[in-house]
């Protein structure tokens, strides 16, 4: 079984200011993880992926995700914020043994204050 | 554009006619998926196949859907006597044939269409 909580629904933070959205997951086995994100009327682009290599992940735009096996934990951060990161954010976990189906969270809304 | 393409990007439905949704995945890619994400919600999994086989449908999908992949290339998911309920953003995503490259796990990755949105009135 596989599943992820995105524990913050909505987060809002200023222009300039760091971002961060925490995931945790669920996953029988070492699981592979992603974080999506979705702009409004448009599809899911792939910021960053996990798959057992390097445990700090470095993504599009900016963004990057550590993976901590002990915490399972995958939460993704932005040292400064700017205004085209509003958007939703979905943090995603899969695995070989699930024929990699995609999990999803219930996504973060990320809005920036001028 | 080389990406997943989905039509139409809107439809709108009076309960109970059928509709048809069309995905056009990455060329080459064998895994086509289709994910169903309600307002507020993250995507949820429906279905997918590899090149032209099924290979699995959630139990989110009931006997009103049907999803075909005929040439192995595009796939059609049909909804018969729509329901309010089926109102939703239906994705589709295409990954690369699974397996071993370099090192690494291929396959894992999937890529979306910009999804085409549902009203069923």
């Known amino acids: 079984a596989q599943s992820v909580t995105q524990l913050d629904s909505h987060v809002s933070v200023s222009e300039g200011t760091p971002v961060l959205l925490r995931c945790n997951y669920s996953s029988s086995y070492s699981p592979s993880l992603f974080w999506y994100v979705q702009h409004p009327n448009k599809g899911l682009q792939l910021l960053l992926k996990?798959?057992?290599?390097?445990?700090l992940v470095k993504g599009i735009n900016g963004f990057e995700a550590e993976f901590k096996k002990s915490e399972t934990s995958f939460h993704l951060t932005k040292p400064s914020a700017h205004m085209s990161d509003a958007a939703e954010y979905f943090c995603?976990?899969?695995?070989?043994?699930?024929?990699?189906?995609?999990?999803f969270g219930a996504g973060t809304t990320v809005t920036v204050r001028a | 554009d080389t990406g997943v393409s989905q039509d139409p990007r809107h439809k709108i439905t009076k309960r109970g006619q059928n509709v048809t949704f069309r995905c056009d995945p990455i060329?080459?890619?064998?895994?086509l998926y289709w994910y169903r994400q309600t307002l507020g919600q993250g995507p949820e999994f429906l279905t997918y196949f590899q090149n032209e086989a099924q290979l699995e449908k959630s139990r989110l999908l009931s006997d009103r859907f049907s999803a075909e992949r005929p040439k192995g290339s595009f796939s059609t998911l049909e909804i018969q006597r729509t329901e309010q309920g089926d109102s939703a953003m239906y994705l589709c995503a295409s990954s690369p044939q699974t397996g071993w490259t370099s090192g690494s796990h291929s396959g894992e990755t999937q890529y979306f269409g910009p999804g085409t949105r549902l009203l069923v009135l």
């Open positions: 995603v976990v899969t695995h070989r043994s699930n024929d990699y189906k995609l999990s």
């Open positions: 060329s080459e890619h064998n895994r």
């Open positions: 996990y798959t057992s290599a390097a445990t």
